[in-house]
């Protein structure tokens, strides 16, 4: 059951998809109260209580304990002092003994989660302006609370099937070059790969929609010839345009009216990747419809996936701001004192600080100006939505690859998420394992994170580790950035192990894909805290390094340096299978209770239920080429199982369970 409750006047976000009368009846659970911070919603917490959602955000899948702030922000690093980070997602679930409910706050500005931050046993969700609807989402189980919420917020965005392969990704210097020299290597190896990403080194001058003209003389040549190869081109999107006569979405875009003003009417100026920029306003349709279409100057020449960034928004200053900042810096000249010398501490905020923008940074709406705060954490989704629009426009039956940064519930319907800038830390391989769960309640199934982690140096250990885990999660990016330690995996001396590893990845791609189209086609989480599943099991309740995927697995990936094992709980007796290649595997049927599992650096475990099975093929060096005749079914079987084995062109939008399901009889 869900229902409805209105606040002030909320601002239409699109997030739901079932258009709900508001009840006019007093909100269940929360004591409501307008104090200083804004409209307050205050939720006494049970002894036993955790909070699950908030997809990305930091801290343990159980969020209760910390203060979150939904208020899109690029604030890198992701450490666990942090309180926002590039998404908002206003979906919490509570579960305890005596009650489990979900509620999503849907409040496109500033708004404050404190889960016990304050208060131990007090959840207060404060709403800076106090215009929103609030949603009270029940049901019988937490599986059922989220599939619940995931119908009022409608369906999840569908991948091509070539999205699952494997997807290698460098900021500093991409070209034709690079691009050719990884693919010798990986076929040197027998790695298996579909894509490649071209970060914003590899356009010109960083502006969108362009090649770099030296390090990709022929783009579309190029695009051809590597789509001749399987290979897929995902090149970069960033939000803003620069100012400047010479580029076309810049002429196009003035002409048009599409670009967010300041509070003088002038068009709002930062200064990003590209220089001088101006922001397209994505509240408006004219502005989605002129963005969309620009996308055709790749479509046309055959790039299929494209990832959107930059766009909480990210804006490295303002004009006014470089006077502030140079206004400081002779201020700490002249009068020299660490505690002067601190203020640069937070520098960053002195050349623009989005909190302060107040009215220099507008929206039209409705043939309204609105200033950003207001509708801040859309911004990002906005953008995405005209980005599907292009694709639409282009061809409304092909399915396109595309991941974003910023997002907004909502817009789960549209695109994936890669989960930002990370760190090659062994904590950001945890974190990874503990967002999939919070992003899966909120719609997004298309995720993951920079494989080795994008920010620092990773090592062979780290990076063979995460990608034990990544092989089981749908988006499978393999990214670093300028000024870090080259990361494409054969320039590791674990190059033949990691090339195992991603071999393993395209055998299980038959089941990944199975299990991820079903979940998307039932509303369901591909991925779950056991908690979820085992909701009598104390035990389960408190495991926070394990999950379960699809309707058999569950996941206990090594995420310790220098670990040689690591301990388990089984909620139910399992299989547990060891793997250091597709062939060189073993297969250990283990009983329900805690257990010590001994995995060497170059093996991985995971766990299958007693009486299931799942599906594993021959592994091929393309997606498209992975043959489901080469099926086999492994499980633990004490009687035969039944597998609803999903499958489809990969291609297409036309696609129901009924068409696309056959049953695959496992026997022991």
């Known amino acids: 059951m869900i229902r409805k409750y209105t606040y002030g006047t909320p601002y239409q976000t699109y997030a739901a998809v079932v258009d709900l009368e508001a009840t006019g009846e007093p909100i269940p659970y929360f004591s409501v109260e307008q104090g200083e911070k804004g409209l307050s919603f205050s939720l006494p917490l049970q002894e036993d209580e955790a909070v699950y959602g908030l997809g990305e955000n930091v801290r343990g899948i159980n969020k209760r304990g910390y203060l979150y702030i939904s208020n899109n922000v690029d604030d890198a690093p992701e450490t666990e002092g942090k309180h926002s980070l590039y998404a908002s997602h206003n979906f919490i679930l509570v579960s305890g003994k005596q009650r489990t409910f979900g509620v999503f706050f849907d409040d496109p500005a500033w708004f404050s989660f404190d889960l016990g931050f304050t208060d131990p046993d007090m959840a207060v969700m404060t709403s800076r302006f106090g215009d929103l609807s ?60 579909d894509s490649f990403c071209v970060d914003i080194d590899g356009l010109d001058e960083y502006q969108n929609f362009t090649w770099h003209k030296e390090n990709f003389l022929d783009p579309e040549r190029f695009v051809k010839e590597k789509l001749e190869e399987g290979i897929h081109l995902i090149p970069i999107v960033d939000v803003a345009i620069r100012k400047d006569e010479k580029i076309l979405e810049y002429v196009t875009g003035a002409a048009d009216d599409v670009f967010c003003r300041n509070d003088r009417g002038e068009d709002f100026v930062g200064y990003v990747w590209p220089g001088t920029c101006v922001f397209p306003d994505y509240f408006q349709e004219k502005t989605r419809k002129w963005f969309g279409h620009a996308y055709q100057r790749y479509l046309n020449m055959g790039v299929h996936g494209f990832w959107n960034d930059m766009n909480e928004p990210a804006v490295f200053a303002e004009p006014e701001g470089f006077k502030r900042g140079a206004e400081k810096l002779n201020s700490i000249c002249e009068e020299y004192s660490f505690l002067k010398f601190g203020e640069l501490m937070d520098f960053q905020k002195i050349l623009y600080d989005p909190e302060k923008a107040g009215d220099k940074f507008q929206h039209c709406i409705d043939g309204k100006r609105i200033p950003n705060e207001r509708v801040h954490n859309l911004y990002g989704a906005m953008m995405t939505q005209g980005t599907n629009e292009g694709f639409l426009e282009y061809d409304p039956n092909m399915r396109f690859t595309l991941f974003t940064r910023s997002s907004y519930i909502g817009s789960h319907r549209y695109t994936g998420i890669w989960l930002g800038d990370n760190h090659s830390w062994w904590s950001h391989l945890l974190q990874n394992l503990k967002w999939i769960p919070s992003m899966n309640m909120c719609g997004y199934l298309y995720t993951g994170s920079d494989l080795g982690g994008f ?61 991820f189209m079903k979940c998307a086609l039932r509303d369901e989480s591909m991925y779950r805290p056991l908690a979820f599943d085992y909701p009598d099991d104390e035990r389960a309740r408190r495991v926070e390094d394990q999950l379960m995927m699809g309707g058999e697995c569950m996941l ?56 299931t099975a799942i599906p594993v093929a021959k592994p091929a060096m393309r997606v498209k080429d992975i043959d489901p005749s080469t099926i086999t079914m492994h499980g633990w079987l004490d009687q035969p199982y039944i597998y609803e084995f999903y499958d489809d062109d990969g291609l297409s939008k036309n696609v129901t369970l009924e068409k696309g399901i056959r049953h695959i009889k496992a026997v022991n």
């Open 134 to 193: 609030v949603y009270i989402i029940e049901g019988s189980t937490a599986n059922e609370i989220v599939k619940n919420f995931r119908k009022l917020i409608g369906p999840s965005y569908l991948p091509p099937k070539w999205a699952f392969g494997f997807i290698q990704s460098r900021f500093g210097g991409v070209s034709e070059a690079s691009i050719n020299e990884t693919l010798a290597e990986y076929e040197k190896l027998g790695l298996p790969i």
């Open 455 to 515: 920010n620092g140096d990773t090592t062979d250990e780290l990076m063979l580790r995460w990608l034990q885990l990544g092989i089981f999660i749908p988006l499978m990016r393999n990214h670093s950035a300028w000024g870090t330690r080259q990361q494409e995996l054969w320039r590791f001396s674990y190059k033949e192990k990691m090339a195992k590893v991603v071999n393993i990845r395209y055998a299980l791609i038959p089941y990944l894909y199975s299990e």
């Open 556 to 611: 206990a990936p090594v995420y310790e340096q220098n670990a040689k094992g690591r301990y388990v709980y089984l909620p139910e007796d399992m299989l547990m299978v060891r793997m250091r290649s597709v062939d060189d595997y073993e297969e250990v049927k283990l009983t329900k209770g805690d257990h010590y599992i001994e995995v060497d650096t170059d093996q991985l475990i995971f766990f299958i239920k007693r009486n």
